[in-house]
């Protein structure tokens, strides 16, 4: 799959032309070339950078030939317009040279203070509260340990308060009542979950041709029971502004996104920086 990069408002005004030209809408032209109606608004926003296969689609079946294309990009490149920013401005082309790269300097960060990194696992263990002593253990390749905790017993007591076995989003997870029953377990375990399937992240937008970047939280996941455990809590401590969307929670206010942390809190120095 290849993207296209036309000149700022040209595609906006091919999409208007072949509207008009066929009598079609644009759910009517998405439909005809394979792609869903919101795909073709973010094309037309600007949002996200088109598939060139599938407009090439849309100028066979509407017979107008596409605007000069100013340059092309491979799919995994990144679909998002403000890739093509970030790319202009720091020369990152997102290939699996740059992605190791990005390995190789997290290592170099951790390196200037490995106890720190390594201290995190170790007050995982320390505040372990099942009554059981993990096992720390320092890997060699990289500046992390692996806390480890084994036993056949371990596993029955934890099934036993309510914890399950096997994959969370075929047996539709839910999280123990004894946890949903005390407020302040109720927000240690969101923040466990954010942790692993949700995040911040910044959302680029234009108003007037000028781009706007700000952040909004969002938790991730296929288990309905542990959406609805999320978004019950969230506005039990008092976000308003959240509201679900197919598997995802969302909080699209900034100041939402702010207040989580606070409340909240998270551990991760890269998201935190988003906000900051």
């Avoid at 200037?112 to 993990?134: K, M, Q, T």
Wanted: aromatic share 10%.
């Amino acid at each position: 799959m290849t993207r296209a990069i036309f000149e700022n408002g040209q595609l906006n005004k091919y999409l208007s032309e072949c509207k008009t030209t066929t009598n079609l809408s644009l759910p009517q032209l998405a439909k005809a070339i394979s792609v869903e109606r919101h795909t073709l608004n973010d094309w037309r926003r600007g949002k996200l950078l088109p598939n060139l296969e599938k407009l090439l689609t849309l100028s066979k079946f509407t017979n107008i030939p596409l605007p000069p294309i100013l340059e092309t990009r491979p799919d995994s490149w990144g679909s998002s317009k403000a890739g093509l920013i970030r790319q202009q401005k720091y020369g990152c082309t997102f290939s699996i040279d740059d992605r190791v790269k990005g390995g190789h300097n997290s290592q170099i960060i951790r390196k200037v203070n490995p106890e720190h990194y390594r201290a995190l696992g170790c007050i995982v263990a320390n505040d372990f509260i099942f009554g059981y002593s993990p096992s720390i253990l320092k890997r060699k390749e990289c500046n992390a340990v692996n806390v480890v905790v084994t036993g056949v017993n371990f596993v029955s007591y934890l099934k036993s308060i309510g914890l399950y076995v096997g994959d969370k989003v075929r047996q539709q997870v839910d999280v123990p009542n004894w946890i949903k029953s005390d407020p302040e377990l109720c927000r240690w375990c969101l923040r466990g979950l954010m942790d692993t399937d949700g995040g911040i992240f910044t959302n680029p937008y234009q108003i007037n041709g000028k781009t706007y970047v700000y952040p909004k939280t969002c938790f991730t996941n296929a288990s309905q029971p542990l959406l609805d455990f999320v978004y019950l809590t969230l506005k039990s401590n008092g976000f308003r502004r959240n509201n679900k969307v197919s598997r995802k929670i969302w909080l699209h206010s900034q100041a939402e996104s702010k207040r989580y942390l606070e409340v909240i809190g998270n551990s991760n120095e890269r998201l935190l920086k988003k906000i900051r």
